[in-house]
Antibody, heavy 119, light 110 residues
Framework: EVQLVESGEGLVQPGGSLRLSCAASGFTFSDYSMHWVRQAPGKGLDFVSAISANGGSTYYADSVKGRFTISRDNSRNTLYLQMGSLRVEDMAVYYCARGIASFWGFDSWGQGTLVTVSS | QSALTQPASVSGSPGQSITISCTGT?????????VSWYHQRPGKAPKLMIYDVSKRPSGVSNRFSASKSGNTASLTISGLQAEDEADYFC??????????FGGGTKLTVL
């Protein structure tokens, strides 16, 4: 069974940093692209970032480009999102998701982890 | 890029069929066959229902179907059941290397 478990939930002040992790199990992690998607309270879904299976290609939403960095450790079956210069509008539940074969879509999701940005 | 446009809500009675539209532009929905649909119940993670415009993952009921015409993608649910009540989001690839989501459609089964 595919399992994705996010961690790193926290409260951070505007301008601060936080790192999220996503531990994967139940599949060959190194065979799949991985993504981060977020959802502000009561709002819709927003693409944040994506990384190819071998980590060689990364993609970012314009809203986080230059502030967030996606990475992965295939030896540890773990996906990361390093978030910096956090803004109030970054406050959301962050989901990690496994990419589909054509990369641009998600066939499994974690339960999400809450990032709160407030002074 | 702007988000994709979905109706805020749709409703139907059990056994009926409903269709949710998702309108983008020629830069996303209209060009790439990379449209996916997700449903999400309150407090839960989204679940993939359709990918690559019209493909259904294993385990998803064949009551769910989808298509695309021009810049608009559509999700149809036939034989509505109470368990289908959820929020539905469309998602499409948009050059250069990003994904757009629709604002979501709340499906109410009357």
């Amino acid at each position: 069974e595919v399992q994705l478990v996010e961690s790193g939930e926290g409260l951070v002040q505007p301008g601060g940093s936080l790192r999220l992790s996503c531990a994967a199990s139940g599949f060959t992690f190194s065979d799949y692209s991985m993504h981060w998607v977020r959802q502000a309270p009561g709002k819709g879904l927003d693409f944040v970032s994506a990384i190819s299976a071998n980590g060689g290609s990364t993609y970012y939403a314009d809203s986080v480009k230059g502030r967030f960095t996606i990475s992965r450790d295939n030896s540890r079956n773990t996906l990361y999102l390093q978030m910096g210069s956090l803004r109030v509008e970054d406050m959301a539940v962050y989901y990690c998701a496994r990419g589909i074969a054509s990369f641009w879509g998600f066939d499994s999701w974690g339960q999400g982890t809450l990032v709160t940005v407030s002074s | 890029q702007s988000a994709l446009t979905q109706p805020a809500s749709v409703s139907g009675s059990p056994g009926q069929s409903i269709t949710i539209s998702c309108t983008g532009t020629s830069s996303d929905v209209g060009t790439y066959n990379l449209v996916s649909w997700y449903h999400q119940r309150p407090g839960k993670a989204p679940k993939l229902m359709i990918y690559d415009v019209s493909k259904r993952p294993s385990g998803v009921s064949n009551r769910f179907s989808a298509s695309k015409s021009g810049n608009t993608a559509s999700l149809t649910i036939s034989g509505l059941q109470a368990e289908d009540e959820a929020d539905y989001f469309c998602c499409a690839y948009a050059r250069p290397g990003t994904l757009l989501f629709g604002g979501g459609t709340k499906l109410t089964v009357l």
